[in-house]
């Protein structure tokens, strides 16, 4: 089962008159900057071997659709999953993947420019999942990396330590049930700023993973408690902090 995306933008009058004027409401919108998007899934021809199902891609006030990426291709008569998709926003991108079975993920990317306008890219993820069963307890890896934006004497620390870190990473990291399903593992980088009173701001994933582990570190990452900042000379500064997340199955 596919996991949707948290839907950040506000179906407003004209996505909804859109909508109508195709017979449907939308499965999906969103927003990239300021251009309004919504996503329609439809189903492949109704003879073939395969129950194949397309996410179709437009913008709003255009009738004419921009993609028709795949959300998953069912052989009928095993009920096996030949391939599955997803997608994700971020920023102007939107992020689609594809995965067979013990092949590497095709990651087709829709980055929007200045004009308004998408291009697309294609490339092959450099790993292949694993045969697994079950996921294991994701954890955090044990060499965190520190990115100032001064010199500093001491250097901002979870309360505790980082044994501490890795505690509230496991208890509080869920593996998304997308990932599962697609046995996708790795390790997410992110980046964020300690602040002068130690609270986090300007979360940013820096290695990428999708399947919703990224959403899920940026959850978990929010729901720190207050570091002890930076300092330098004794007094409070604000600093920079990458922490790679590792994702592991047995």
């Not at 500093?152 to 399903?181: T, W």
Request: with cysteine.
């Amino acid at each position: 089962m596919i996991r949707k995306i948290k839907l950040t933008a506000i179906i407003a009058f004209g996505i909804s008159a859109l909508c109508f004027a195709q017979g449907r409401t939308p499965d999906f919108a969103f927003k990239l900057e300021n251009t309004s998007y919504i996503m329609n899934l439809s189903n492949g021809k109704a003879k073939a071997k395969n129950d194949t199902v397309f996410y179709n891609l437009y913008r709003i006030g255009k009738a004419q659709r921009i993609a028709k990426e795949i959300k998953h291709i069912v052989n009928k008569a095993t009920g096996d999953t030949i391939k599955s998709g997803s997608y994700e926003v971020i920023n102007n991108q939107i992020f689609f993947y594809q995965k067979e079975k013990n092949k590497a993920t095709l990651l087709r990317l829709y980055t929007q420019n200045e004009k308004g306008l998408l291009t697309l890219q294609t490339a092959v993820a450099s790993f292949v999942g694993p045969k697994v069963t079950a996921p294991a307890a994701p954890g955090i890896s044990p060499s965190p990396s520190t990115d100032h934006l001064t010199k500093v004497d001491i250097q901002a620390e979870f309360p505790g330590g980082i044994s501490k870190a890795r505690q509230f990473i496991a208890n509080n990291l869920k593996y998304p049930r997308e990932a599962q399903e697609n046995e996708i593992e790795g390790t997410v980088r992110v980046k964020f700023m300690v602040e002068l009173d130690g609270s986090i701001s300007n979360i940013e994933i820096v290695n990428k993973l999708g399947y919703g582990l990224d959403q899920e570190v940026i959850r978990v990452i929010k729901r720190m408690p207050k570091w002890a900042p930076a300092k330098n000379d004794g007094k409070p500064v604000r600093s920079y902090f990458t922490m790679p997340i590792s994702f592991r199955v047995n």
